[in-house]
T-cell receptor, first 114, second 115 residues
Framework: DVKVTQSSRYLVKRTGEKVFLECVQD?????MFWYRQDPGLGLRLIYF???????EKGDIPEGYSVSREKKERFSLILESASTNQTSMYLC?????????????FGDGTRLSIL | AQKVTQAQTEISVVEKEDVTLDCVYE???????LFWYKQPPSGELVFLIRRNSFDEQNEISGRYSWNFQKSTSSFNFTITASQVVDSAVYFC????????????FGQGTELSVKP
């Protein structure tokens, strides 16, 4: 089974801090994704990556950046955390760019910015 | 543009009732894929099914069944004899060849099954 592991289930940070959310997958997937989930808004794509060192903006990239130095790891960075970034963050991976295989998700990180 | 609509925000049923979750999609492409995911209270999204646009056969897996109708652009999900463990948020999603593996999600339907 595909395993997508997010570094924290719950995280509390302060406004202005630089926050790192880590995601690791163990199935040699090329694609990796970061979403945030808010009540009433569903899942919104922040950033995604099709390969090492590649990144592409999703629908709501403002205030975020990402890093993919190794194929299995995709990091989401909040450069200067703000209270409106309090949310549930979900990482996902899938096989390859045009394979249309399902995305597999991690358990999520509930991030609170105080 | 691609779009997925799950008009039912919340559904509440009593255990053993059958329940259908609706999903309507929009896409201009002839080749596309549809997915259903389950998100239990613990938070992780669990993949349930993938269906491509050329396969309109309905699928049954235990108490779960899916009805794909291209004529109405719908991909509905039915749970037969619902159980409390079915309580979750269910998401329908769409991907086509132009999306490069990205999914377009519906807003989700929160299903509550009461004993």
């Amino acid at each position: 089974d595909v395993k997508v592991t997010q570094s924290s289930r719950y995280l509390v940070k302060r406004t202005g801090e630089k926050v790192f959310l880590e995601c690791v997958q163990d199935m040699d997937h090329e694609n990796m994704f970061w979403y945030r989930q808010d009540p009433g808004l569903g899942l919104r794509l922040i950033y995604f990556s099709y390969d090492v060192k590649m990144k592409e903006k999703g629908d709501i990239p403002e205030g975020y950046s990402v890093s993919r130095e190794k194929k299995e790891r995709f990091s989401l960075i909040l450069e200067s955390a703000s209270t409106n970034q309090t949310s549930m963050y979900l990482c996902a991976s899938s096989l390859a760019r045009y394979s249309n295989q399902p995305q597999h998700f991690g358990d999520g990180t509930r991030l609170s910015i105080l | 543009a691609q779009k997925v609509t799950q008009a039912q925000t919340e559904i509440s049923v009593v255990e053993k009732e059958d329940v259908t979750l609706d999903c309507v999609y929009e896409t201009r492409d002839t080749t596309y894929y549809l997915f259903w995911y389950k998100q239990p209270p613990s938070g992780e999204l669990v993949f349930l099914i993938r269906r491509n646009s050329f396969d309109e056969q309905n699928e049954i897996s235990g108490r779960y069944s899916w009805n794909f109708q291209k004529s109405t652009s719908s991909f509905n999900f039915t749970i037969t004899a619902s159980q409390v463990v079915d309580s979750a948020v269910y998401f329908c999603a769409l991907s086509d060849l132009n999306q490069g593996g990205k999914l377009i999600f519906g807003q989700g339907t929160e299903l509550s099954v009461k004993p």
